[in-house]
């Protein structure tokens, strides 16, 4: 009954190759997130969606592409990985109709390594 | 613009010792502010959350803070640490909108045995 799940949860892969990884949410929230975590800890926004339109674009590398077929799903892929592309990858959502009151639900990250 | 500022980015505490964890906020309007905790390769879970009700908030795991407009303040407290308290910890604001949450640079808590 996990809430927020993504997959992989470990990714390590060459430079220049290209991935993805995957998000769902079964908590019924309209808005869906993905967070950038460096090696300091420090967690940057990349991109956020609301019933599927996106609402957030940071400035993020083009190679760098998010996909929402649905609402409960966030899916992020990444083309021509760098080394500077490692860091731990969290997806989140919450609830836009309560934004204000609406804290973020987290996944467990995913941790890419490129080599 | 909205931002917050942690304090620390370590704190050490022994065990059975009281725990605070500072954050400061910057916000043009009443701000709706969580504090987070992140265990060893996992993922963010919310401690608590103010969200201009209550100016003392009470969460999880023996946890509490107090929104302090005046001091533009949301300390994280508690009275005794305990070993599974070793984590890191974000203090976040939320923007009016709601889109967009902003995190503290993240403080580092170790409980000496």
């Known amino acids: 009954d996990t809430a927020v799940s993504q997959t992989p949860k470990y990714l390590v892969t060459q430079m220049g190759n290209d991935k993805s990884i995957k998000c769902e949410q079964n908590?019924?929230?309209?808005?869906m997130y993905w967070y950038k975590q460096d090696s300091k800890k420090f967690l940057k926004i990349m991109f956020s969606?609301?019933?599927?339109?996106?609402?957030i674009n940071e400035t993020v590398p083009n190679r760098f592409s998010p996909k929402s077929p649905d609402k409960a799903h966030l899916n992020l892929h990444i083309n021509s990985l760098e080394l500077g592309d490692s860091a731990v990858y969290f997806c989140?959502?919450?609830?836009?109709?309560?934004?204000?009151?609406?804290?973020?639900?987290f996944g467990n990250g995913t941790r890419l390594t490129v080599t | 613009a909205q931002s917050v500022t942690q304090l620390d980015s370590h704190v050490s505490v022994s065990e059975g010792t009281p725990v605070l964890l500072r954050c400061n906020y910057s916000?043009?309007?009443?701000?709706?502010l969580f504090w987070y905790v992140q265990h060893p390769n996992k993922g963010l879970q919310l401690l608590l959350k103010?969200?201009?009700?209550?100016?003392l908030v009470k969460g999880i795991n023996g946890f509490e803070a107090e929104f302090k407009k005046s001091e533009t303040s949301f300390h994280l407290t508690k009275p005794s640490a305990h070993m599974s308290d070793a984590a890191e910890y974000f203090c976040?604001?939320?923007?009016?909108?709601?889109?967009?949450?902003?995190f503290g640079t993240g403080t580092s808590l170790t409980v000496i045995p």
């Open positions: 916000s043009s309007y009443s701000p709706s």
């Open positions: 969606y609301n019933n599927k339109e996106l609402i």
């Open positions: 103010y969200t201009s009700a209550a100016t």
């Open positions: 976040v604001v939320s923007d009016l909108s709601g889109n967009q949450f902003y």
């Open positions: 989140a959502s919450s609830q836009y109709r309560d934004r204000y009151n609406s804290p973020l639900h």
């Open positions: 908590l019924g929230h309209d808005t």
